[in-house]
């Protein structure tokens, strides 16, 4: 959350690009982030993965369901947060989904 609010607002954009219509002219660098993205994406997959062989995750699901659920809680942001007129800063909102990632919501 930090790194996106620092690059704001080129993540943003970036996380607004649908690969899919890219145009022909604009293929060459359409790979590159495809590329790009596949590589974060399997090293995500593998630390969830890790962490499940480890016993240090909890086997609430395979690996690449709680991996895609993490991306997708931390890319949703570009939806809602502006880091130049949010009230919470990318940090809390970063402290508040390691949170939810590690404990969950539900109080104990």
Same mark, same amino acid.
């Given at each position: /959350? !930090?790194?996106y609010a620092e690059h704001f607002p080129f993540l943003y954009i970036y996380l607004q690009e649908n690969m899919a219509h890219v145009p022909v002219k604009r293929q060459a660098w359409a790979d590159r /982030? +495809?590329?790009?993205? *596949? +590589?974060?994406? *399997?090293a995500i997959g593998e630390m969830i993965q890790q962490g499940l062989d480890e016993?240090?995750?909890k086997a609430v699901a395979p690996a690449w369901v709680i991996a895609n659920g993490l991306m997708g809680m931390i890319s949703w942001t570009n939806r809602?947060?502006?880091p130049n007129?949010? !009230?919470v800063?990318?940090?809390e909102i970063g402290e508040a989904y390691s949170e939810i990632l590690l404990s969950g919501?539900?109080?104990?």
């Open positions: /959350m !930090s790194s /982030m +495809r590329a790009l993205n *596949r +590589r974060y994406e *399997r016993g240090t995750i809602w947060f502006n007129t949010s !009230s800063s990318a940090a919501i539900v109080t104990a």
